[in-house]
């Protein structure tokens, strides 16, 4: 069945390092995809998103990749910061529909 | 602007007993949605609504109803609550402009016991 899937359930970084974080995808017919960052006792915060059309895309200290021949999809964050700290997913969309990720908790060690 | 506000935000029930979740969004949104966390199952939908007066099932709509009388309100309701739906539930609402672009609330803890 579909699944949007993360490589790594847990990521440790040390404060000022950049974090990268994975995502592997599996419906070729995705044209929109989306990361969240999840605190604890929060609900999902939008970070950033791409469209299919696009490879790469940049916010303030987060970027995302996207490899349409692999179906991968990653989240860089630079300069890491303890506020970083959270649960992060990626959701894809194929046409009417939106799937999300399991989520991979990033922890910063100061 | 609160964005989306969900009550209560937390809650014990005993099994059979009945509740209705609240979800309020202020940002005049035509799309909402119902979702419930569990570990290792990722977010999964159980119903949405594309506007006001019309509701429709997601991924897993079992046990749950729910109403969209006004468009800013979304409630969810379990009618006889069963311990398998303790679980964290989320609302959410988008635009219709740009619908996969969900807008979160807070969150409910839900335990059925």
């Known amino acids: 069945g579909e699944s949007v899937g993360l490589h790594l359930p847990t990521l440790s970084v040390q404060e000022g390092d950049n974090s990268i974080i994975n995502c592997a995808y599996s419906?070729?017919?995705?044209?929109?995809f989306i990361w969240y960052k999840q605190e604890s006792g929060k609900g999902p915060q939008f970070i950033i998103d791409?469209?299919?059309?696009?490879d790469k895309r940049q916010g303030q200290r987060v970027t995302v990749l996207l490899n349409k021949t692999v179906k991968h999809l990653s989240l860089q964050i630079a300069a890491t910061q303890p506020g970083d700290s959270a649960v992060y997913f990626c959701?894809?969309?194929?046409?009417?529909?939106?799937?999300f990720g399991q989520g991979t908790e990033l922890s910063v060690k100061p | 602007n609160a964005g989306v506000t969900q009550t209560p935000k937390f809650r014990v029930l005993k099994t059979g007993q009945s509740m209705t979740l609240l979800c309020a969004q202020d940002?005049?949104?035509?799309?909402m949605y119902w979702y419930r966390q569990d570990p290792g199952m990722g977010l999964r939908l159980i119903h949405y609504?594309?506007?006001?007066?019309?509701?429709a099932k997601g991924e897993v709509p079992d046990g749950y109803n729910v109403s969209r009388l006004k468009k800013q309100n979304f409630l969810l309701g379990l009618e006889s609550a069963a311990p398998s739906q303790t679980s964290v539930y989320f609302c959410?609402?988008?635009?219709?402009?740009?619908?996969?672009?969900?807008?979160f609330g807070s969150g409910t803890q839900l335990s059925v016991l």
């Open positions: 959701a894809e969309s194929p046409p009417g529909k939106l799937i």
């Open positions: 609504s594309v506007g006001e007066g019309t509701t």
């Open positions: 940002m005049n949104h035509e799309y």
């Open positions: 959410a609402s988008s635009n219709h402009e740009d619908n996969e672009k969900l807008f």
């Open positions: 791409i469209r299919s059309n696009m």
């Open positions: 419906n070729s017919a995705s044209d929109y």
